[in-house]
């Protein structure tokens, strides 16, 4: 069977090409169907009930919960904490642990390629508190080396915060040698996980990261729901800024609240059951394919994608050698969005803009570009005709004076 049929969006969408993986991806059958399975079947709240319907909403919740420990290699389940993304992930992380961790004038190392997520929430934990951000030096191909790393590093430096692999850039960071380095000098690792979970196999414990997050509806499960992951003994620090129902032990007039142990403690409220056990579904679809060889396969089709493109003298290629199936491009003398606009003529989907990393023009020299995200979906032949379309750019000049 082919791979692509089991994606209802391109059965439903045949002439549809779909290059913006990056910001979210199709859903198989299997996902969407173990939803309908939920709100059809057995509809419940989780850990609110004694009856067969709730415990089973119960048992599946919790099901995803080990699927995502044993998917990244957590430890133990309770290092896996269900939030509504990666950004709440980094914010929940930020004011909930690092505000009361990192002191006036503690340095926090990041790069001008991360995510709004991953630079906003620092920002603004600086002005409450005093901390400062160093920028780590990219190499002349926009990546992260270990040695640049260690140029910044100096007895302020507290935390290291990076995406694994970058939105625009498409780079991935070598994490694994990044904190060994930072554990010998006693800084912790933050990864933003939201591009690499989808696409490449990822291991905690092999990486030694303190803290990991990243979303669901970029790996093919629902939007709405993703997952902080932390070594049991920091998690466990993590003050949670949710207070309500299910993660009280108990509570007295006088105000006096104890809390229950992780994961609970940091799940307050009635959760996205339903896009938790999508997750759970995604999981398990993509456990079937092999990360190793979704990765090999991505990596490939770039390379054939890179090119092609290069046979076209007026296309712009700015991370022609990251190692994911990201690619940042611009046509001469075209604003990025004019592009966009020009290839959704023709049912192709790409991003265009600053993709959330609007610092990272200081790096590129350039505010926006075209985004090309590819995932295993995509094929050669859908490149074929992104390059035909290129191609004819007097059809996309004559447009964008018109």
């Known amino acids: 069977m082919d791979i692509r049929e089991e994606f209802p969006m391109l059965v439903n969408n045949k002439d549809l090409i779909y290059f913006d993986n990056g910001a979210t991806t199709f859903k198989p059958k299997l996902v969407i169907d173990s939803i309908k399975d939920y709100y059809e079947n057995y509809t419940s709240n989780a850990h609110r009930g004694d009856y067969n319907i709730s415990l089973k909403t119960d048992m599946k919740y919790e099901g995803t919960r080990k699927k995502v420990k044993d998917f990244i290699n957590a430890s133990k389940p309770e290092e896996i904490i269900f939030t509504s993304g990666t950004t709440e992930g980094l914010n929940m992380l930020i004011q909930g642990f690092f505000k009361n961790y990192l002191n006036k004038d503690d340095e926090i190392l990041l790069t001008k390629s991360e995510h709004a997520s991953n630079l906003l929430p620092w920002f603004r934990l600086c002005e409450e508190i005093g901390c400062k951000i160093v920028y780590i030096d990219l190499d002349k191909d926009l990546k992260v080396t270990l040695d640049n790393v260690k140029k910044k590093v100096n007895s302020k430096t507290k935390v290291i915060s990076l995406a694994h692999i970058t939105n625009v850039v498409g780079d991935i960071r070598p994490i694994k040698e990044i904190a060994s380095y930072a554990h010998e000098n006693n800084i912790l690792v933050v990864v933003d996980?939201?591009?690499?979970?989808?696409?490449?196999?990822?291991?905690?414990?092999?990486?030694?990261?303190?803290?990991?997050?990243?979303?669901?509806?970029?790996?093919?499960?629902?939007?709405?729901?993703?997952?902080?992951?932390?070594?049991?003994?920091?998690?466990?620090?993590?003050?949670?800024?949710?207070?309500?129902?299910?993660?009280?032990?108990?509570?007295?007039?006088?105000?006096?609240?104890?809390?229950?142990?992780?994961?609970?403690?940091?799940?307050?409220?009635?959760?996205?059951?339903?896009?938790?056990?999508?997750?759970?579904?995604?999981?398990?679809?993509?456990?079937?394919?092999?990360?190793?060889?979704?990765?090999?396969?991505?990596?490939?089709?770039?390379?054939?994608?890179?090119?092609?493109?290069?046979?076209?003298?007026?296309?712009?290629?700015?991370?022609?050698?990251?190692?994911?199936?990201?690619?940042?491009?611009?046509?001469?003398?075209?604003?990025?969005?004019?592009?966009?606009?020009?290839?959704?003529?023709?049912?192709?989907?790409?991003?265009?803009?600053?993709?959330c990393a609007k610092i990272l023009k200081e790096e590129l020299d350039i505010k926006n570009t075209c985004r090309i995200s590819l995932y295993f979906y995509n094929t050669k032949e859908e490149i074929d005709k992104l390059v035909s379309v290129l191609k004819n750019t007097d059809m996309l000049y004559n447009q964008i004076l018109l």
Do not use: W
């Open 193 to 355: 996980a939201a591009q690499s979970v989808p696409h490449i196999k990822v291991d905690v414990q092999d990486l030694d990261c303190d803290f990991l997050v990243f979303s669901g509806h970029k790996m093919c499960g629902p939007t709405g729901v993703g997952v902080l992951y932390g070594k049991y003994e920091l998690l466990d620090k993590l003050k949670p800024y949710n207070l309500g129902g299910g993660m009280n032990a108990s509570f007295s007039p006088e105000g006096n609240i104890e809390l229950k142990s992780l994961p609970q403690r940091l799940e307050a409220g009635t959760p996205n059951i339903e896009g938790v056990i999508g997750l759970g579904a995604a999981i398990d679809y993509l456990s079937l394919l092999d990360m190793d060889k979704v990765h090999e396969y991505e990596v490939k089709l770039k390379e054939y994608l890179v090119k092609r493109l290069k046979e076209n003298d007026k296309i712009i290629i700015y991370n022609e050698n990251s190692e994911s199936g990201i690619l940042a491009f611009n046509v001469k003398d075209v604003f990025s969005q004019d592009t966009a606009i020009y290839l959704n003529d023709y049912n192709i989907c790409v991003r265009a803009g600053s993709h």
